[in-house]
């Protein structure tokens, strides 16, 4: 059986709150004033760590959220190989500024993966980078490569090879990642370490016909499971729940909750191989 390049594979959930955090903003819920560091989540996103075939250490984000310098620093990451954004919405997008110390760290300019829409939106909104030659003063901005990517078209970097598919948030669609290692050959390897392959599906409602064969087979899902009661864009537990019986991967993590959900209570009530994430959990 043909073994994976890459090796030491964890996934860290950098954040797993919703768009306003936990503490909200002049709540004074159960939740917002819990004492668990579980119920505390900064805006969503994760990475990668692993080594790659070469024995080099890699880091890759998936988004990069308005609290990116926090999660940065209880991360301890000092540096970034590549960033793969799922959408173009504020709470996921609005760290990208703090990046540029990794340029610094690395003297390398990173590569950014993100569809057409959510390349337009980086390029607007962050035009001091896009188009630096504009800035009235040669200020100290981030080194980016930005990579327009489609749903169905893998890309391959460092032994892992990552393919977008499309989720429906609302009305939006917007990616979702299936993760897999690689093996010698560039075919995605039969034995697959740590959490692969893991399959990262944050901020939707629904899941449409050509999404499920992404999802089969994975080892680990990462999934978006907002609080209990509906919500036009996200999935509410008993919807969560359902996607992760039909996916049945060997571990159902749920990240981008609001603060309708108190950690130690809803973890008494889940069935086997599902969890609620928190910031700064490890899988691997």
């Not at 603060?259 to 809803?266: N, Q, V």
């Given at each position: 059986m043909s073994a994976a390049l890459v090796r030491d594979v964890q996934l860290v959930l950098l954040g797993t709150g919703t768009s306003a955090g936990i503490p909200v903003i002049g709540c004074d819920c159960e939740v917002c004033t819990s004492s668990d560091p579980r119920d505390r989540r900064l805006r969503s996103g994760a990475l990668l760590r692993f080594i790659d075939g070469d024995s080099v250490a890699r880091v890759v984000l998936i988004d990069c959220p308005p609290d990116h310098r926090e999660q940065s620093l209880r991360a301890g990451i000092r540096r970034c190989d590549g960033i793969f954004f799922t959408h173009d919405h504020v709470d996921h997008t609005f760290g990208l500024d703090e990046v540029r110390r990794y340029n610094t760290l690395m003297k390398s300019p990173i590569e950014v993966f993100a569809d057409e829409r959510t390349c337009a939106f980086l390029e607007r909104v962050y035009r001091h980078i896009f188009r630096r030659?504009?800035?009235v003063n040669d200020s100290f901005v981030a080194?980016?490569?930005?990579r327009t990517i489609e749903a169905g078209t893998s890309i391959d970097r460092f032994g892992l090879r990552f393919t977008p598919f499309e989720v429906l948030h609302g009305r939006l669609p917007v990616l979702a990642y299936r993760i897999e290692a690689l093996d010698a050959t560039g075919r995605v390897a039969q034995v697959q370490p740590g959490p692969l392959p893991l399959a990262y599906c944050t901020d939707l409602s629904?899941?449409?016909p050509t999404a499920w064969p992404r999802l089969r087979g994975v080892r680990t899902l990462v999934l978006?499971?907002?609080r209990y009661k509906s919500h036009p864009t996200h999935l509410?537990?008993?919807q969560a729940l359902?996607?992760?019986?039909e996916v049945a991967a060997a571990r159902t993590v749920f990240v981008h909750m609001t603060h309708d959900i108190l950690h130690a209570r809803l973890t008494e009530e889940l069935p086997p191989l599902t969890e609620l994430g928190y910031d700064g959990l490890v899988l691997e």
């Amino acid at each position: 059986m043909s073994a994976a390049l890459v090796r030491d594979v964890q996934l860290v959930l950098l954040g797993t709150g919703t768009s306003a955090g936990i503490p909200v903003i002049g709540c004074d819920c159960e939740v917002c004033t819990s004492s668990d560091p579980r119920d505390r989540r900064l805006r969503s996103g994760a990475l990668l760590r692993f080594i790659d075939g070469d024995s080099v250490a890699r880091v890759v984000l998936i988004d990069c959220p308005p609290d990116h310098r926090e999660q940065s620093l209880r991360a301890g990451i000092r540096r970034c190989d590549g960033i793969f954004f799922t959408h173009d919405h504020v709470d996921h997008t609005f760290g990208l500024d703090e990046v540029r110390r990794y340029n610094t760290l690395m003297k390398s300019p990173i590569e950014v993966f993100a569809d057409e829409r959510t390349c337009a939106f980086l390029e607007r909104v962050y035009r001091h980078i896009f188009r630096r030659h504009e800035n009235v003063n040669d200020s100290f901005v981030a080194d980016l490569m930005l990579r327009t990517i489609e749903a169905g078209t893998s890309i391959d970097r460092f032994g892992l090879r990552f393919t977008p598919f499309e989720v429906l948030h609302g009305r939006l669609p917007v990616l979702a990642y299936r993760i897999e290692a690689l093996d010698a050959t560039g075919r995605v390897a039969q034995v697959q370490p740590g959490p692969l392959p893991l399959a990262y599906c944050t901020d939707l409602s629904a899941v449409p016909p050509t999404a499920w064969p992404r999802l089969r087979g994975v080892r680990t899902l990462v999934l978006d499971m907002l609080r209990y009661k509906s919500h036009p864009t996200h999935l509410t537990l008993q919807q969560a729940l359902k996607v992760a019986e039909e996916v049945a991967a060997a571990r159902t993590v749920f990240v981008h909750m609001t603060h309708d959900i108190l950690h130690a209570r809803l973890t008494e009530e889940l069935p086997p191989l599902t969890e609620l994430g928190y910031d700064g959990l490890v899988l691997e």
